[in-house]
């Protein structure tokens, strides 16, 4: 069985049509998020996966990605609209 981390996945690209890419492929992995970051749990394979998907999309003189690795034991702190992600035994990659 593989292992899976939490990962808060986060970007800034100037780009529309990149964006919309990038949105799309970090989606995939995701549980939750707010318009660009997202919460993910990922194996090491899908990490690696993600991170060169995001190296061949961004222009990396003006666009920016970030992995943070998060612990899941710690509980998160939502203001405003922010909605608190609910664990689940299971999810769904597209």
Request: charged share 20%.
């Amino acid at each position: 069985m593989n292992t899976r981390h939490l990962f808060l996945v986060g970007y800034d690209i100037q780009d529309n049509s990149t964006r919309r890419r990038a949105l799309r492929d970090v989606q995939h992995h995701a549980l939750g998020g707010q318009k660009s970051f997202y919460e993910c749990w990922l194996t090491v394979a899908e990490l690696q996966t993600l991170l060169a998907q995001m190296r061949a999309l961004i222009n990396a003189d003006t666009d920016r990605v970030i992995f943070v690795r998060l612990d899941a034991r710690s509980p998160s702190l939502q203001l405003g609209q922010a909605e608190a992600i609910h664990g689940a035994d299971y999810f769904h990659v597209a």
